[in-house]
């Protein structure tokens, strides 16, 4: 409810600095050279994580070369690293092109990446309109954020250079 009824910010949330000093509040994961890797502040799930280059583009078919294979590198290596931080039995991912299809913020792509488990939407969720997040979002920033720095999770995308 925070974010659906509270103010809206004058500038895109997913155009970032270019320099990383309000990463660990803006809840910035990983960059890499045309995109990064964001924790969503407003989770469906523990772990959910969005991938989103860096330039301001609302269409898929509008990214470079470059842009769309790195957004795909870096999705997975948000899997490799949710699958060694939480074991989820499963993840939705995909984007939401357009405002029509359910992109809250359709002028600025984002890769949506949740990580599910069997039985995860409890009765809260069908009849309170809650979400239950077991880990509070720094915690799960300051466990995950090394993550993606390690050796082997680092082969999943070094295999692609």
């Known amino acids: ?33 045309t995109a990064y890797v964001i924790m969503n502040k407003y989770p469906y799930n523990c772990g959910h994580l969005m991938v989103a280059p860096y330039r301001h583009a609302g269409c898929l078919t509008c990214l470079t070369g470059a842009e769309a294979r790195e957004t795909m590198q ?24 357009g405002a029509a299809a359910g992109a809250g913020i359709a002028a ?22 809650t979400h239950v997040i077991p880990e509070h979002l720094r915690r799960t920033y300051e466990r995950m954020q090394p993550m993606f720095r390690e050796p082997d999770i680092q082969a999943i995308i070094q295999e692609d250079a």
């Open 1 to 33: 409810m925070d974010y659906i009824i509270g103010p809206k910010p004058d500038s895109c949330v997913f155009c970032i600095p270019e320099d990383d000093r309000e990463d660990a509040e803006r809840l910035v994961l990983y960059r890499g050279l």
């Open 74 to 97: 870096l999705t997975r290596l948000s899997v490799a690293v949710l699958n060694k931080a939480f074991s989820p039995q499963g993840i939705n991912a995909g984007f939401n092109l």
């Open 108 to 129: 600025h792509l984002h890769f949506q990446i949740v990580p599910r488990w069997n039985g995860d939407n409890s009765f809260m969720a069908v009849f309170g309109d």
